[in-house]
């Protein structure tokens, strides 16, 4: 499976963006899709995760102001950022879990999002 993250830029404070990551290849086997971010000199944490169900996770940082979500025929899984915040400012990685277990996570090139004050 390989994946191809877009959607990243440069948006003021208070703006939004819509990150996308389409999965291609053996995408029969994908199950959990999410995002992490990783801001300069930062460890990578998790932003949102979306299980092939559709049950989703969030970090508490993001609740409120970020929506995951999955299009299941298309192998996307999608990024809503509204209310952006310089803090937001990050390289964003997207993610898919890939079965028959053990489950495998294959990464994405990541996607700058930097947020202007």
């Known amino acids: 499976v390989q994946l191809q993250a877009s959607g990243g830029g440069l948006v003021q404070a208070g703006g939004s963006l819509r990150l996308s990551c389409a999965a291609s290849g053996r995408t029969f086997s994908v199950h959990t899709m999410g995002w992490y971010r990783q801001a300069p000199e930062k460890q990578r944490d998790l932003v949102a995760t979306?299980?092939?169900?559709?049950?989703?996770n969030y970090a508490d940082s993001v609740k409120g102001r970020f929506t995951i979500s999955r299009d299941n025929a298309k192998n996307t899984v999608y990024l809503q950022m509204s209310s952006l915040k310089p803090d937001d400012t990050a390289v964003y990685y997207c993610?898919?879990?890939?079965?028959?277990?053990?489950?495998?996570?294959?990464w994405g090139k990541g996607t700058q999002v930097t947020v202007s004050s």
């Open positions: 993610f898919v879990d890939v079965g028959p277990p053990p489950l495998v996570r294959v």
């Open positions: 979306i299980t092939s169900g559709g049950s989703t």
